[in-house]
């Protein structure tokens, strides 16, 4: 790990390797220009990737997908419609190029919250399926013996990120149980419907027994949390994690029927006062004056954004980074918070 790393100062990576996983989707490897620096962080966590698009900066969120201590990081990342960064990636990123990454963070992990007896069922859908995947590789490549049920939802294999590797994966560890749950109907192997209770235990029969690692679109993760409970899951060994974006991210919002009210959000180590609608997104009011506040994951989850601000002149929706002697002193997650008085915010 570089000494130097934070999760406000970032190191430049070089792209050493990139290559189609699904149509959409695609891996890199990132390593530095010293091959004897290995990477070291928790499987599940994600990094802050970021790249010049038209002559600003923007910082979003990726998981990595590979396992600690190897000399690169390898990031998989998925086409959104109308996102810059992962379009650039896809469409522009060669072998050679430099991006800037800021160190690995995020509470969803199996260090921090590692599976009792060492048996875990991972779950996901989507591009969740990127650190749950981290999280097995892991844990078989350290000890074969680990008992790892991995289901995951999809449209078919072939839209399935990592499906060759999934398939090695179990042809090499008997106790890697690969279940797809797909929703075309095709001649396959894996079972095809929609994910619910049933299915869950059809596919993880023992599931009562194990840790969860739940990733995926929102949507997905709260019906299947919601299984879980029905099913009488002991929640305490519950673990998930959703990059979807808040909806609290306009640039203004204001209540039906009511008179809009202007308040004044001061940042005095840029020198600015901006008067902006009660109801402001902090990150979005900061970002539309060009000021450098680094906004990546913009649901309340890396903490990139962190920043203080005069106490009770916001509210938040996530805390999630934060630590409660930093809430008590008046930070806050720019992103996932909105002013309702006047306010002054200060930042790296």
């Known amino acids: 790990m570089l000494a130097s790393w934070t999760n406000t100062h970032p190191i430049s990576l ?67 419609d109308g996102g810059a960064v992962s379009n650039f990636i896809i469409d522009h990123l060669g072998i050679g190029d430099a991006l800037d990454i800021l160190t690995p963070t995020g509470n969803f992990n199996c260090v921090d919250h590692p599976p009792k007896n060492k048996k875990a069922v991972l779950i996901s859908a989507g591009c969740g399926i990127t650190p749950v995947y981290s999280m097995a590789k892991t844990w078989l490549t350290h000890d074969s013996k680990f008992d790892v049920t991995f289901i995951h939802a999809a449209k078919s294999p072939q839209q399935t990120i990592f499906f060759n590797q999934l398939e090695q994966l179990a042809d090499k560890y008997p106790l890697f149980s690969l279940q797809l749950l797909l929703k075309d109907k095709q001649e396959s192997n894996y079972a095809q419907g929609r994910l619910n209770k049933e299915w869950l235990l059809n596919l993880a029969p023992d599931l009562l027994e194990r840790s969860v690692y739940l990733c995926g679109p929102n949507q997905f993760m709260e019906d299947v949390k919601s299984y879980l409970i029905e099913l009488g899951f002991d929640m305490t060994q519950f673990n998930s994690e959703s990059f979807t974006p808040n909806n609290n991210n306009e640039t203004a919002t204001t209540q039906d029927n009511d008179i809009q009210q202007d308040v004044t959000l001061s940042v005095p180590s840029f020198n600015k006062a901006i008067v902006v609608p009660k109801g402001s997104n902090v990150a979005a009011t900061l970002e539309a004056q060009g000021l450098p506040l680094i906004v990546a994951c913009r649901s309340g989850i890396c903490g990139s954004c962190k920043c203080k601000a005069t106490p009770n002149s916001t509210t938040s929706t996530s805390t999630e980074t934060l630590t409660k002697e930093e809430i008590e002193q008046g930070y806050i997650l720019a992103c996932s918070s909105t002013i309702i008085v006047n306010a002054e915010v200060s930042f790296t």
């Open 14 to 80: 070089i792209c050493i390797d990139k290559w189609q996983e699904t149509d959409d989707t695609v891996s890199i490897k990132l390593a530095t220009k010293n091959t004897t620096i290995t990477f070291d962080f928790k499987p599940g966590q994600f990094v802050n990737l970021g790249v010049m698009i038209n002559g600003k900066k923007e910082f979003r969120a990726y998981s990595i997908s590979s396992i600690p201590h190897v000399s690169y990081l390898q990031l998989t990342i998925k086409r959104v």
